[in-house]
């Protein structure tokens, strides 16, 4: 499980500022509630060990998972939900820029179009996975999970098109 919580976090890490999460009809992460000790180092940890390379990136994931570290209680899948959660939040928040930024038919349509297959992929079929993922402890999870192919396959595919912005 570690292996996609790594792609997880490095993929937005390296582009994480502050943000919200995205809201749910019932949400499966709480922000803000109050965290033990071990709870924060645990995405201290994470974020370190992710983003070694990266101290800017460590810092910035740290801060991103930091308001979920009461819901996320030492679990990479819900470190991954949580992350993923924000990711989708923050591309959203992308296109609605760019279309209020751009012009119709210009080349901004293309990375719209790219985040909105990104945002609907995730909110259909990767956020219910990861959600469902969640509940699995951490060691109980292996490669060929189908919700753990799914979740890869999309990340994969937005990474992939992501190319095309």
């Known amino acids: 499980m570690r292996v996609l919580a790594a792609?997880?976090?490095t993929a937005f890490a390296a582009a994480a500022s502050s943000c919200a999460a995205a809201g749910t009809n019932k949400p499966l992460l709480v922000e803000n509630l109050p965290?033990?000790?071990?709870?924060?180092?645990?995405?201290?940890a994470g974020c370190n060990e992710t983003c070694i390379r990266r101290p800017d990136a460590a810092r910035a994931c740290y801060e991103?998972?930091?308001p979920y570290?009461?819901?996320?209680?030492?679990?990479?899948?819900?470190?991954?939900l949580a992350i993923a959660t924000v990711m989708v939040s923050k591309l959203?928040?992308?296109?609605?820029?760019l279309r209020w930024f751009g012009e119709t038919g210009s080349w901004l349509d293309e990375?719209?179009?790219?985040?909105?297959?990104?945002v609907a992929g995730a909110r259909v079929q990767a956020l219910p996975a990861?959600?469902?993922?969640?509940?699995?402890?951490?060691?109980?999870?292996?490669?060929?999970?189908?919700?753990?192919?799914l979740v890869s396959n999309w990340l994969r595919g937005v990474d992939n098109n992501f190319v095309k912005c």
């Open 111 to 118: 990375c719209i179009r790219v985040l909105d297959e990104a």
């Open 64 to 66: 991103l998972l930091l």
């Open 7 to 9: 792609v997880v976090l």
């Open 92 to 97: 959203a928040d992308l296109a609605d820029e």
């Open 130 to 149: 990861l959600g469902r993922m969640s509940a699995i402890a951490d060691n109980k999870l292996d490669d060929k999970d189908p919700d753990f192919l």
């Open 35 to 44: 965290a033990s000790a071990e709870a924060k180092d645990f995405i201290r």
């Open 69 to 80: 570290a009461a819901s996320i209680n030492g679990s990479y899948n819900r470190a991954s």
